[in-house]
């Protein structure tokens, strides 16, 4: 990161990292293109849909670990697919025997096919139950600040609102409530879903997020690889944007080099 040496790392579960870009291993045309767009994002946490991707429960065919090693990389199993609490939670125990043990997980229960917005009752039904199993929670939600506090309260380690709709690309349709949530949270909070291009990222971290986790976005672009380094550059951006402090909007101009002590 460029960030100003004032920046603190980004602490998720105890543990720092660099980046603050999260990146998704799906849609991508291969292992390969995987692999590159990952590097080019300098993202250290990936998530992995434990339904959809083979991280060793299939043999005969390619492992992403291969790709992405645990060694390098923090994996970040994710519940994508998943309608009820009951099997977000198999979900998670089954990433956990997969990874020797490994207890951060994403959490995301979705209500319907169409939309894939969060099922909220069945997503905190599943938060507790595996905060309860001794998992480290890090929850997909909408962008409802009670909501968002619940979830940090039950004992989440980060709340993950959606900008907009999964894939849909919109960026931040509700940049005030994403606002309200980061001033009232004492857990990282992630823009998930939404994001379409670097500005979106940008303005996530403007608004004071701790990051942006992201796929489509960027295995979606017709240049995947080159998509990953402008998100990456947009969320160091938007977050040195943020330490530093935007003058505040004002409604007429106001000159750069005022008249005040000049000389006629």
Known sequence: MSSTASDTPLIIAGKEYRSRLLTGTGKYKDLEETRRATEAAGAEIVTVA?????????????????????????????????????????????ARELLDGHDLVKLEVLGDQVTLFPDIIQTLKAAEELIKDGFKVMVYTNEDPILAKTFEEMGCVAVMPLAAPIGSGLGIRNPYNILTIVENAKVPILVDAGVGTAS?????????????????????????????????????????????????????????????????
């Open 50 to 94: 434990i339904r959809r991707s083979n991280i060793g429960q299939n043999p005969d065919e390619p492992n992403l670990l291969d790709a992405l090693p645990p060694e390098k990389y923090t994996i970040l199993p994710n519940t994508a697919g998943c309608y009820t609490a009951e099997d977000a939670v198999r979900t998670c125990k089954l």
């Open 200 to 264: 979106d990222a940008a303005l996530a971290m403007e608004l004071g997020c701790d990051g942006v986790l992201m796929n489509t976005a960027i295995a979606g672009a017709k240049n995947p690889v080159l998509m990953a380094s402008a998100m990456k550059k947009a969320i160091e951006a938007g977050r040195e944007a943020f330490l530093a402090g935007r003058i505040p909007k004002k409604r007429f101009a106001s000159a750069s080099s005022p008249l005040d002590g000049m000389f006629f």
